[in-house]
C-alpha cells in the first residue's frame, strides 16, 4: 500500500488549501483514514479523521469548524479541505490508512499502519 499526499503550498492567513492523499491497492474503500499534522520542533498530531464508508468523521478541536475531511472510493483518494488557515497551521501533513478494515474514526496514531510522505503546508501571517 502507498499513499501519496499532495497539495501543499504557502498560503496567507485566512486562505484555502485542500490536501489530497491518493492511496494505491483495491482495498481502500474498506479502510478508515486519518490525517496528522507535524509542526517543525513538535510531535505529530492528529488532524481529522473518516471512517471506511465516510458516514463519519473526527475532528482536532484546533480544526473544528475550519477542516474538512472526505474521502472519493471511487478514487481511492481521502482529502482535506483547510479553510481560515493561521499561521499555527503551519505543518507537514500526512495521510495514513487505519491497521483495521471497517474501522471508524480513530485519534490514535498508532491504529494506523500505512502513512504517506507527507505535505507541506506554510501559512503566512
Known amino acids: 500500500v502507498q499513499l501519496q499526499a499532495s497539495g501543499g503550498g504557502l498560503v496567507q492567513a485566512g486562505g484555502s488549501l485542500r490536501l489530497s492523499c491518493a492511496a494505491s491497492g483495491r482495498t481502500f474503500s474498506i479502510y478508515g483514514m486519518g490525517w496528522f499534522r507535524q509542526a517543525p520542533g513538535k510531535e505529530r498530531e492528529f488532524v481529522a479523521a473518516?471512517?471506511?464508508?465516510?458516514?463519519?468523521?473526527y475532528y482536532a478541536d484546533s480544526v473544528k469548524g475550519r477542516f474538512t475531511i472526505s474521502r472519493d472510493n471511487a478514487k481511492n483518494t481521502v482529502y482535506l479541505q483547510m479553510s481560515s488557515l493561521e499561521p499555527e497551521d503551519t505543518a507537514v501533513y500526512f495521510c495514513a490508512r487505519r491497521r483495521n478494515g471497517y474501522g471508524g474514526t480513530s485519534y490514535y496514531a498508532s491504529e494506523y499502519n500505512y502513512w504517506g510522505q507527507g505535505t507541506l503546508v506554510t501559512v503566512s501571517s
Open positions: 473518516i471512517s471506511w464508508s465516510g458516514g463519519s468523521s
